[in-house]
């Protein structure tokens, strides 16, 4: 099995200085073939092909993601779900070839999606783990160190008709002895999750249709910590938002969504994925990247860090 590389610069250039991108909702997809198409994914597959959700989602865009990621060279990047669109064994193949000048270059930490555990069999399977193993991490934690960052990364998905998550009461117990290890006292921590926790407008964002269900007792476990996290790194609701939430310590929480890194242009939408800095303070600088006509190029800055 192919192990993720360290990071293309060494400790001592790294410093205090890391820069990661954050993709998410890449969504590969390929035609199920008549034999898989039962169940939730009859519904999806008339969704995507017939209603034509699937022109959403472009190859083109896709591989503009990549080759701007690539481009930026960043010391990490994190993944944050929805690979494929109906967790088919050859979307997954797909998505891990056209993913791999990404996961052969730079130490990458993924975490899976709703779509990635679209059907009951595909879970039971854990069909995503036999392609992307080294970068999910093992354990109810996927955990990525880097220089003194680390990412931790949860999964809230569950198969069947959800889109909505809801993180099970053993990965929230893992995250608080995590949280609460001294050695991460001096570290940046960030969570990934493909569910947003706060919603646009800084409530939680516990929708019952497609949010986290469990948002509160995420972010009552992140507040009964010293330090909170720089930010939480999401996707799944594919339109990019930046947006921080008051905790009951009045200490605020701040949630970077990516949007979607496949989307092709389409209203005032199209594919984001987002670049961040961090410093010797911390994050420091959030700024989007955007798809126009061909290619990703720097878009806005998101969120940057009061001076
Ligand atoms: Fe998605
Ligand atoms: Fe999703």
């Known amino acids: 099995m192919q192990h993720p590389p360290s990071s293309h610069r060494s400790r001592e250039e790294l410093g205090n200085t890391v820069k990661i991108a954050h993709l998410t909702d890449l969504h590969w997809m390929t035609p199920p073939s008549p ?9 999806g597959s008339a969704n995507l092909y017939l209603r034509g959700r699937r022109r959403h989602f472009q190859r083109e865009v896709q591989r503009a993601a990549v080759e701007r990621v690539v481009a930026l060279a960043p010391d990490m990047v994190v993944i944050s779900g929805d690979l494929t669109a109906q967790a088919l064994p050859e979307e997954f193949r797909l998505a891990r070839g056209c993913l791999d000048p990404i996961l052969s270059r730079f130490p990458t930490l993924l975490v899976p999606g709703n779509h990635d555990v679209y059907t009951r069999g595909a879970a039971r399977e854990d069909r995503i783990r036999e392609l992307f193993a ?3 991490g093992e354990g109810p934690l996927g ?5 003194r960052v680390t990412c931790l990364g949860l999964d809230a998905n569950r198969p069947g008709l959800f889109a909505s ?6 990965q929230l117990d893992a995250l608080g002895t995590t949280l609460s290890d001294p050695s991460l006292a001096d570290r940046h921590l960030l969570i990934a999750i493909h569910h947003p926790v706060i919603d646009p407008a800084g409530g939680l964002y516990q929708k019952r249709s497609h949010g986290l269900l469990n948002a509160d007792a995420l972010t009552d476990l992140i507040d009964q910590q010293r330090s909170l996290p720089e930010a939480i790194l999401s996707g799944h609701v594919h339109r990019a938002y930046c947006a921080t939430h008051t905790l009951p310590s009045g200490r605020r929480l701040l949630q970077l969504d990516a949007g979607a890194g496949g989307y092709a242009p389409h209203g005032d939408r199209t594919g984001t994925f987002n670049l961040y800095q961090l410093d010797e303070r911390g994050l420091s600088v959030a700024t989007q990247q955007r798809y126009s006509e ?3 190029r720097e878009g806005p800055t998101v969120w940057a860090r009061r001076p």
């Open 35 to 43: 034999t898989r198409l039962v169940g939730k994914r009859l519904l």
């Open 134 to 136: 080294p970068w999910l």
């Open 143 to 147: 955990r990525l160190d880097l220089g």
């Open 165 to 170: 998550g809801l993180l099970p009461q053993a």
């Open 294 to 296: 061909g290619a990703y």
